[in-house]
């Protein structure tokens, strides 16, 4: 096995699991979150914090993993959209409604839209419209227009 050079003793939660692994501390969170703990849910798109196809929630808050280093989640809780589940463990509820409303068309945005809204009704349950608006902003989607979508988070709200 190749010696990392400048390793790091990584320790978080992940999805509700304690993790520990050794890492390059120049990795970025989104490689090692695909690469590493093989969780391809969270896409790569942009690269550069533009589209928001690559979020995960860090202690509750929806961040770009792109734009962090893996080390910036030590001793924290990250949640990625493997880790998101309804009570019952099956679909969570803004997963029903996307599917409910044909919110998903590639699917390519759906995780971090999922991850994104999930981060706004945790803090705000009843988001209005115009809050959900804002909170989408940096989620891209090039297939459905964001009106289904929109009308996927309004539906979920109040439902968990
Ligand atoms: S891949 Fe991270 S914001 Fe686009
Ligand atoms: S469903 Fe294709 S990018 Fe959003």
């Known amino acids: 096995m190749k010696q990392l050079e400048n390793t790091f003793k990584l320790a978080c939660l992940v999805n509700g699991k304690r993790t520990e692994l050794e890492i390059d501390s120049s990795r970025s969170l989104l490689d090692l979150i695909r690469e590493d703990l093989g969780l391809k849910g969270t896409k790569e798109g942009c690269g550069e914090g533009e589209c928001g196809a690559c979020m995960v929630l860090v202690d509750g808050r ?3 993993s792109c734009l962090m280093m893996a080390v910036q989640v030590h001793g924290k809780e990250m949640v990625t959209i493997e880790g998101i589940k309804g009570k019952d463990g099956g679909l969570h509820p803004l997963q029903k409604t996307f599917i409910a409303e044909g919110a998903v068309q590639c699917g390519f945005c759906t995780p971090g839209l999922i991850i ?3 981060a706004l009704l945790r803090r705000n349950p009843k988001a209005t419209l115009e809050e959900i608006k804002l909170e989408l902003t940096g989620n891209l989607c090039r297939c459905t227009g964001y009106e289904k979508v929109l009308s996927a ?8």
Do not use: D, L, Q, T
């Not at 988070?153 to 968990?160: L, P, T």
């Open 62 to 64: 929806a961040v770009n």
């Open 116 to 118: 994104a809204s999930e």
């Open 153 to 160: 988070v309004e539906k979920a709200r109040g439902k968990k």
